[in-house]
């Protein structure tokens, strides 16, 4: 088995709004793996993955 690429996403933003749109889906996700005890295939908690830690901090900036 090969390792994960991950998937594509491609966003189409033309304005603000779909933008700030996209930035509140975001931080909702975050918010909701905050409150919740999500784990990879693992066992590995998604609040300590590094993708999403790198999300996380994009968001508060």
Do not use: V
């Not at 409150?35 to 300590?48: A, P, R, T, V």
């Amino acid at each position: 088995m090969g390792k994960d690429k991950g998937i594509a996403i491609s966003a189409n933003i033309k304005d603000t709004n779909e933008f700030k749109k996209l930035a509140k889906g975001i931080a909702d996700l975050i918010h909701q793996i905050d409150l919740n005890d999500y784990e990879d295939s693992l066992g590995h908690q998604l609040k300590n993955n590094k993708a999403y830690l790198d999300l996380e901090e994009l968001i508060k900036a």
